[in-house]
């Protein structure tokens, strides 16, 4: 669990390391996204805040430097709801890794199987519960 936990600190490679490459790419997937999302909510930002200062030398008490105001706010908790959601899916994944580590050897006392019934043709279901 330990090494897991370790490896955890690079997103993803607690997840490699306990053989869950699709819980990886998924990962990787969620946290190219916000990045994704963060990077274009920061543009949104920086075009407005532009905007409102060329406004706010020409007409700084008009409905449009009220409405660039909004978009600057809108977009601003926009960014940091993405950066609080990569934060999460960040810990998260460190959880993962340490829970998948701790329980990997844990044996399931329950098995089913179908197996062929080769004397009389067609299959047979199994249960067994082992204690």
């Known amino acids: 669990m330990k090494k ?3 490896l955890g600190i690079v997103p993803g490679l607690g997840q490699m390391y306990n053989g869950e490459f699709g819980k990886a790419g998924l990962l990787y997937m969620s946290i190219i996204g916000a990045t994704t999302s963060i990077m274009t909510s920061q543009h949104m930002v920086n075009y407005y805040l532009k905007r ?4 706010g030398d020409e007409a700084p008490n008009s409905d449009e430097y009220e409405k660039i105001t909004e978009r600057v706010t809108y977009y601003r908790k926009n960014r940091n709801q993405y950066i609080w959601g990569m934060a999460l899916i960040y810990i998260y994944s460190l959880a993962d890794a340490a829970v998948d580590a701790l329980l990997s050897d844990f044996d ?3 098995h089913l199987a179908v197996l062929p019934n080769l004397g009389t043709g067609g299959a047979r279901a199994m249960f067994s519960v082992d204690f």
């Open 108 to 110: 399931n006392p329950l």
């Open 52 to 55: 409102k200062h060329v406004l």
């Open 4 to 6: 897991a936990l370790l």
